[in-house]
Structures are given as C-alpha cells and as structure tokens.
C-alpha cells in the first residue's frame, strides 16, 4: 500500500525551513527519501531504520517514529538547491520491495 | 559512482507498435526495476529482477513484459503500446545493502510519448 506524504507541494523563501511527513497505516522496517529535481533522476538521500533513529544529511535530516508509522524530513535554511520533488519509500520488512508516495514538490525561492 | 543509462531521452511512437526501453547498470548490482512516473501518483513499480533470467510482477504490469538476459541490462517491453502508457519511464538498480535494505540508483529516465 502506497504510503501518504504531506504537503502535497510547499513553496519557500530561501533560508526558510520546512517539514515533510509519510506516513503508513502497516508497521514499517525502514523509510528511505528521495530527491528529485526537475528533468533528472530521483537521488538518494537516506535510510531510516525501524528504531526511531535520526538522520542527517548537510542541512537535511529525518526522523522515524515507528509508534506512529511516520518519518518527518526537515529542510533547515532552504537553499535553492533543495528544489525538487522528494519522496518517500517504504518497506515492511527488510525482503519486502520498496514502495514509494506520491512525492512532495519543494519549490525554494529568492 | 554507479551509473544507469536507458536508451533514449524521449521517445514517439504510435498506438499498437512494439516499444522496447533499455536500460544498462554499470555496477554489477543483482536487482533491477522498472517503474513509470505520472503526476500525482509518484513511482509505480513496474516488474523487478532480482537475477539473470528472472523477472517479478509490480503492482502494474498489465500491458508490459520485460527481458534479462545479461545481469547488466533489463528491457521494458511494451507489446502493443496504447495512449495510456504515456508516462515518464524510470529504470533503477541495486544491491542489498548492510541492513538488508534497498538504496536505489536510478536512470535519467525515458518519456514516451504514444501517438
């Protein structure tokens, strides 16, 4: 089943920060995002493993609460650069295939 | 840096022709997808492999088949394209990762268009 993502697009200032929520109604192994700027390939940002644990990555990290079923990815002091579509997938179990959202479209301006 | 190439950028073809999507990994990394992108409903998987020779369903793959001869390079077969297969085409590869998880690399993706 195809995980929730939230908001479906956000626009930003530059050096504004923002949340973006998936979420699952199954219990979750992992949480992997994505990025995916405009006419290129979806890029790997990080994995999050069932335990709660916290990621970074530059001025981006995620969260996963498994009590929840949810990872949050936090865009701090938005670059320009952080434009894109992002997305979430999911698994269930570690042999289980991924499952990705519908994505998120970040829109960062001056 | 791993590197995933499909065969064209864009492609044009019409209603009932036979339209392969290649897509070579340079990685040798055991798993390859096959997904399509439209707006709003983000990446459906297609059909995967998980080795030569071997292919699994997706969740849509009614309307595709695909092909793995050599562990570098999975063919997406559109046997008859129709106008709904117009859709952006996304190729990717991995290998299990420590925890067993699936970091994806994907292709720069071909957009077909069916006339």
């Known amino acids: 089943q195809q995980p929730v993502q939230s908001p479906q697009a956000v626009i930003l200032r530059e050096g504004e920060d923002a949340v973006i929520n998936c979420s699952s109604s199954?219990?979750?192994?992992?949480v992997h995002w994505y990025r995916q700027k405009h006419g290129e390939a979806p890029v790997f940002l990080m994995i999050?493993?069932?335990?709660?644990e916290q990621k970074g990555h530059e001025k981006i990290s995620a969260s996963f609460n498994e009590k929840k079923q949810q990872s949050s990815l936090y865009l701090t002091a938005s670059q320009l650069s952080y434009s894109g579509t992002y997305f979430c997938?999911?698994?269930?179990?570690?042999?289980?295939?991924?499952?990705f959202g519908p994505g998120t479209s970040l829109s960062v301006i001056p | 840096d791993v590197k995933v190439t499909q065969s064209s950028r864009y492609l044009v073809k019409r209603t009932g022709e036979k339209v392969f999507l290649e897509c070579v990994q340079d990685?040798?990394?055991?798993?390859m997808f096959w997904y399509r992108q439209d707006p709003g409903l983000g990446l459906r998987l297609i059909y995967f492999?998980?080795?030569?020779?071997?292919?699994e369903k997706g969740d849509i793959p009614e309307g595709y088949s695909v092909s793995r001869e050599k562990k570098e390079r999975f063919s997406l077969i559109l046997e008859s394209a129709s106008t709904n297969q117009t859709s952006m085409y996304l190729c990717?590869?991995?290998?299990?990762?420590?925890?067993?998880?699936?970091?994806?690399?994907f292709g720069p993706g071909t957009r077909l268009t069916v006339l």
């Open positions: 990717a590869s991995s290998s299990p990762s420590e925890f067993n998880t699936d970091t994806q690399y």
């Open positions: 199954k219990a979750l192994y992992s």
């Open positions: 999050l493993l069932k335990g709660g």
């Open positions: 997938g999911t698994e269930k179990t570690s042999y289980d295939k991924v499952i």
């Open positions: 990685m040798d990394h055991e798993n």
């Open positions: 492999s998980y080795d030569v020779k071997m292919k």
